[in-house]
């Protein structure tokens, strides 16, 4: 039980995909100017990475014992784009207005790198079943996390527009600030081991 607490805070604060590792980023920036959008792309990505973990773990033990295993990527990609169809459909029948301020970054899901890093990196560790859904589930909370945290950054407008230098202004600052939140997470290294 204790490496299952290790697995998920880990990846949580020390290898948050969004934070450290990188993985999801144009949704991290796109999505997070409102606090909404942010809880609701959070939400998905932890249904999405919790059910692609469900199923991609399963699938590779079969790629593994027919000696497949390089066709990996591809099953996964496919896998996750029907995923991402299925919380697509639900959303437009049960959740249209987080449906319609998702935009198109609900359907970038699809290609979110954040999923199938989870995914592949699960494998890659020798994480049991149970570890691995473990893993996954914290890596879409982590993703959560992050978007939330930015998302009240962006929304409080912590800086100043007037007192930007004009080269500064708009994307370089979201960036600067998206980088200054990165390097608050390097506190948690070494946290979890």
């Not at 100017?33 to 773990?57: D, Q, R, Y």
């Not at 459909?89 to 359907?107: D, E, N, S, V, Y």
């Not at 999923?115 to 982590?142: E, K, M, W």
């Amino acid at each position: 039980m204790v490496n299952l607490i290790v697995i998920f805070m880990a990846v949580v604060l020390v290898n948050n995909f969004l934070l450290s590792q990188f993985l999801g980023v144009c949704s991290f920036l796109g999505v997070s100017n409102k606090m909404s959008s942010s809880v609701g792309m959070g939400g998905a990505v932890i249904f999405v990475m919790f059910i692609a973990e469900l199923v991609t773990w399963p699938i590779q033990q079969l790629l593994n014992k027919f000696e497949i295993g390089y066709l990996q990527t591809v099953v996964f990609i496919l896998v996750i784009a029907s995923l991402v169809q299925f919380v697509e459909m639900f959303m437009k029948k049960f959740l249209p207005a987080l449906q319609k301020a998702l935009g198109i970054f609900l359907p970038l899901i699809t290609t979110n790198c954040a999923i199938l890093g989870a995914t592949i990196n699960a494998i890659n560790y020798d994480y049991t079943y149970l570890q691995s859904i473990v893993y996954a589930v914290g890596a879409g909370v982590g993703y959560m996390v992050a978007m939330v945290l930015f998302a009240g950054v962006r929304e409080e407008k912590l800086w100043d527009e007037s007192g930007v230098p004009t080269p500064f202004k708009g994307v370089p600052m979201v960036l600067i600030s998206a980088t200054i939140l990165s390097l608050s997470f390097m506190g948690f290294t070494g946290l979890f081991q």
